[in-house]
């Protein structure tokens, strides 16, 4: 049974739950948890919240999983709620956004060889990007995680936050051109 549910669609397996098959939602779980978790860190510094979150992001969704159209997809459906819970738990602790990206993702540079240098330098510029993106507004850091880090299209996205594809877009190239002008003005160079 395992086999046969990992090569079905998130979107076939939704419709299982829907038809009563309950036990497929388990695997829709372990499909998108480490996903979700990773997303939730871009905003949550505390895994103990992190934890709490995911799990009531899964709970909402297999509450309203009789809601979901199987025509949509499923990973904006269940990133939109993600997005929703993470928005929540932000506005009642008041913390703010701790991303922390990649390294490559905005500043990709080749490193010298010597590994213990890679590894410094490496510290370094993850850093210099984590300050640099503590400083972008969330209207503009939130559609930069998800394009890059999460890999979502623009149209995933617009599901996700519920903005035209095009802000999408636009809010990603001025999320870029913010970076990069904040980057100049912390004293780094590119």
Partial sequence: MEQRKSKKSDEEIVALVQAGDIDFFEFLINR?????????????SESEDINDIVQEIFIKA????????IKRKFSSWLYRIAHN???????KKKKNILPLFELDTFLPRKLQDDSFRK???????????????????????EPIILYYLEELSYQEISEVMRIPISTVGTRIKRGKKNMKSIFKKLGYSL
Avoid: G, H, W
Wanted: hydrophobic share 30%.
């Fill in 32 to 44: 998108y948890k480490e996903k979700i978790k990773r997303y939730a860190r871009k905003f949550l």
């Fill in 62 to 69: 297999y509450i309203n999983i009789q809601s979901f159209d």
């Fill in 85 to 91: 819970e993470l928005v929540n738990a932000l506005k």
């Fill in 119 to 141: 590894s410094i330098d490496r510290k370094d510029t993850k850093k210099m990007i984590d300050r640099c993106l503590d400083r972008v507004e969330p209207k503009y850091r």
